[in-house]
């Protein structure tokens, strides 16, 4: 087990592993449970996990990076999504994306130097009537600016 | 006592709903006022959002767009009587909500109870025609169910409009101990916010399309496939579920029938090409979303290999309406071999985006200007997308052609999930063309080389014909690019990557710096 977990994370993984042992297609969803709680899905875990669903290691490698929504390293405490499909961008989401990378410091697929926030790309969160969209955890925000996001990440980073 | 429902659909949540409503119980709170709030799904009038209405003797009247800022004037406004003078006189006051223009002129018949009902209330559910489509599939063959929905002509609303009752003819008839019934709710297209409005606003409805799906093929378990980019989806999905369980709407023994359907959601991880129903399987079985060869058909080996329906959540959802008033009564609506409404979605640059529910027939021009208002900028709108990423780009001489599958096929264009996104005449359309190739190589699931390889090399032409390094070469290059992923990839992904290529090279040759007649050679 990766010692960069802690015994709670380890007891964890281990209880989502036992859960989804048994599910038809359980490796998506032991994947989503580990990664909601953990934050993301540790490559040190990938041997148990394959024993336990009776893959190899490289079928469990195989699917967490074949999916976007899936990582292997911490990320920040805030993930920002935006969004860069068609519609958002017939709202000007290029300047939106130019000015936040500005902005936080970071490109996409980054966190910045504080540890806040992890910037993401994302194609449509179907907020196509109110662009251009972004995500910030788990709510969506529509019509925004870089100024109006920028002081959505102050308030919900600095309270 | 004042009921009052403010929306807790994401879109309206997105432009500060919940703040809104959580003004709204404070105010009242502290004047002391009766007020039950109802969160509502949206009736899709975005421009609008947070739309907050009030009950009346006469009706729900319209607040909108309400800030918490406004809440105060509001009170004020409705303190003794939504109807009165002063009501009216407040500068957000939008009328009675059934008769507001947008909504009056809709043919919803999927979306009837979407904005107006309380989503996870199966009680609202039941009150405003709930399981009546259920109850009266209960009463009859699976041979019967699957007659209805194929004499309703209700196709897929995914790229191909598949008959839908074909495809469950096609399960009912594959013997097997074990069925499925599947939702692709993972369908990414940009400008598609239908199904998610589904499932956030009137997610009973996509439950008992299933459950009727299950018994009409002898399927016992469903899935619902759905995006992870959908967090609310997934929250009001399973508490709908919850309930449908405990009140015997799922489960075994379904009503005391001896039907047995369980349903379950299972979340997507942000690929793309798991819309596509074989790509949907392979993940659903926990492996990578890789496209399978067909045949065989996921109705004869689908999920675990077993027969398998897989619709969109539209398609399900429609599924209710059509056991409750008759496949006749659906088939009336639209056009030739378009039959019944569709959900069209506005997006983009335009004024008034929105959920229009309308009979396949209505034309382009009519949505984008009597409905959509125009352009949002003001500018002139010079492009369109139909149908998401892979759909064609139509400039304004086929603003003219009528929402109807066959009518689009006829211009090289698709209707997909009848999402529309509207560009101003500042859009670049060479750099919408690269982008349709980027995002395909981005989301290509690499088994096949056209998509694969192609999508890359794609973006590299195309980067070429931007700088007009050796033009009639590259862009010939990029036709004959074009054909062979038309002609050579496994799926729609990198089969109709060229829609969106080829409209844009060749409706606005200029972006591409070509004369028409160039483009044309």
Redesign the interface.
Known sequence: MDNTLSHEQHAQIQAHIQAHQHV??????L??AIQDDIGYVPEAVYPEIAKA?ALSVA?VH??VS?????RTHPIGKHVL?VCR???????GSEKLEAALKATLGVDYHQTTTDGNVTLLP??????????P?V?LD??????MSAEKVTDLIAEVCHG | MVKVYVPID??A???GAERTAKKMMQEAQARGVDVTLIRNGSRGL?WL?PLVEVETAQGRIAFGPVQPKDVAGLFDAIFTDALSDTAKAHPLYLGLTDELAWLKQQQRLTFARVGIIDPISLEDYLAHDGYKGLNNALGLSGADIVKAVTDSGLRGRGGAAFPTGIKWNTVLNAPSEQKYVVCNADE??????S??MVMEDDPFMLIEGMTIAGIAVGASQGYIYL??????ALKTLNEAIRKANVAGYLGDDILGSGHTFHLEV???????VCGEETSLLE???????LVRFKPPLPAIEGL?GKPTIVNNVISLATIPIILDKGAQYYADYGMGRSRGTLPI?????LKQ???VELAFGATLRELLYDYGGGS?SGRPIRAV?VGG?LGAYLPESQFDTPLDYEEFTKIWAVLGHG?I????DN?DMAK?AR?AFE?CA??S?GKCTPCRIGSTRGVEVMDKIVLGKNHPNNVQLLRDLSDTMLNGSLCALGGMTPYPVLSALNHFPEDFGLSNKEAAA
């Open positions: 038809p297609g359980g490796l998506m969803p994947l989503h669903l079928e195989g699917v074949f999916y976007h929504h899936f999504q499909a068609e519609s958002c961008q017939a709202m994302v194609y449509c969160l179907g907020n196509c009537g109110c662009s969209a995500m788990d709510e969506v925000y529509g019509r | 994401s879109t949540l997105s432009l975005f959002e990414g297209d940009s400008g598609t916010y199904d998610r995006r992870s980019e959908y967090p609310h299972r979340r997507a991880a942000g690929a793309y993940s659903l079985e926990g492996k990578r979303g675990f979605q506005l997006a983009g640059n985006t929105g959920l949002a997308q990423p999402g996104v509207a560009f101003d859009v919408m982008y995002f981005v989301e699931c």
